[in-house]
């Protein structure tokens, strides 16, 4: 299997094992071994991984850190793990740091079997740095960051690759959080920031803020969905390619300030993830619709794979069962499609076989 098949299956497992472990030895054995193994080390090899590593650390003897990942005869990244549900924000990450310095690694991951915090020594050399530089989170993950976390892969290994990406992802990372703060509610300086552009040498006063900030905060979401929208538009549009009758109307729906919102997007895909087992990931697009969004192969219409009903507070994904059509089931996030993986490749399978 490859690691997109094993990190998928890990997915589902999730919702069903994290009520009951309740324990960091039961967090390390249900959520933290598979995934190591979805990146292709054999955890039952001490010449891949090694559990309980000890390396002495100054006066503090026989100190363990939970796994060493091995390449002939080196560390090459180390993981602390800590029981699921625990805040790595504030979890204790003393025995990492420490080893870190004191083994060949430049890799270090904290865990709490669901969220995954990636480290390494980009502000000083074989110091590790105190902010991630990229951050997985299972119950909700993101293409981009499974990406980032198959280059740690034992066939696709390759630390200079990882350590190039990885100042530009702490960045990235640092400021899209910074962005959704401020998307949710703008502080003093940013909105003194756009009163001042707009305002030449007026003075910023506290009344002026209270007026000023909720004008900043609808400018901000309205610039974001407008842009959302327009993405969509030109996606739309296909040179030389006339449009069909039949599609008019969902088109023009769609430009009707219809938002593709990311958590459709998210979920376009996951979708496009588990589908792309059997088919050219390239074949999956979607339509959107004010209604919801619809998953298509081949741009066509007629092979539908699923719909996205994400337009409530209730969200549903819609499969289709040949005899009894379409089927709504409820989801709570986008990464709970992954439950419904055997459906989609029917669908699609389905498709390609009245070829």
């Known amino acids: 299997m490859s690691f997109d098949e094993k990190i998928a299956a890990l ?21 933290v071994m598979p995934f190591i193994s979805a990146l292709g080390y054999d955890v039952f090899n001490p010449l891949e991984v090694v559990p309980e590593f000890t390396a002495d650390v100054g006066t503090k003897k026989g100190e363990k850190v939970d796994y060493a ?12 793990s800590k029981k699921v549900g625990t805040d790595l924000a504030h979890a204790d990450m ?10 060949k690694a430049r890799i270090g991951i904290l865990t709490s079997g669901t969220h995954y915090n990636f480290y390494s020594d980009l502000e000083e050399p074989n110091k590790m740095d105190l902010k991630p530089f ?3 989170d299972l119950n909700d993950p993101r293409l981009p960051a499974l990406e980032e976390v198959k280059r740690l892969a034992k066939e696709d290994f390759n630390l200079e690759e990882i350590l190039s990406t990885a100042s530009q992802l702490k960045y990235n990372s640092a400021i899209k959080k910074i962005l959704a703060a401020q998307y949710e509610l ?25 007026q000023f900030t909720p004008i900043v905060t609808k400018a901000f979401q309205q610039f974001i969905n407008e842009k ?26 769609s430009k009707n300030e ?27 697009v979607y339509r959107d619709t004010k209604s919801y969004m619809g998953i298509v192969l081949d741009d066509n219409k007629l092979k539908l794979i699923c719909r996205l009903y994400f337009n409530s507070k209730q969200k549903y994904l819609a499969t289709f069962d040949g005899s009894k059509g379409e089927v709504k089931v409820p989801i709570d996030i986008p990464a709970d499609i992954y439950k419904y993986s055997e459906q989609l490749i029917a669908t699609v399978q389905a498709h390609e076989n009245k070829k």
């Open 11 to 31: 997915i589902q497992r999730i919702p069903k094992l994290i009520d009951h472990l309740q324990t960091e030895e039961a967090t390390k054995n249900a959520l």
């Open 258 to 284: 219809t938002i593709t919102t990311e958590e459709e997007l998210e979920g376009f895909r996951v979708v496009r993830s588990i589908v792309s087992k059997v088919i050219s990931a390239e074949r999956v």
């Open 186 to 210: 703008p502080d003093e300086e940013f909105v003194r920031f756009f009163f001042a552009r707009t305002n030449s040498g007026a003075r910023f006063t506290s009344t002026t803020r209270e």
């Open 134 to 136: 990229l951050e997985l």
């Open 94 to 103: 003393s025995q990492l740091y420490r080893y870190f310095a004191v083994t």
């Open 69 to 80: 990942v091995m390449r002939n005869g080196e560390v090459i990244f180390l993981i602390e």
């Open 228 to 253: 959302i929208t327009d993405r969509f538009r030109t996606a739309l549009q296909t040179e030389e390619k006339p449009i069909l009758e039949e599609d008019k109307s969902l088109i023009e729906e």
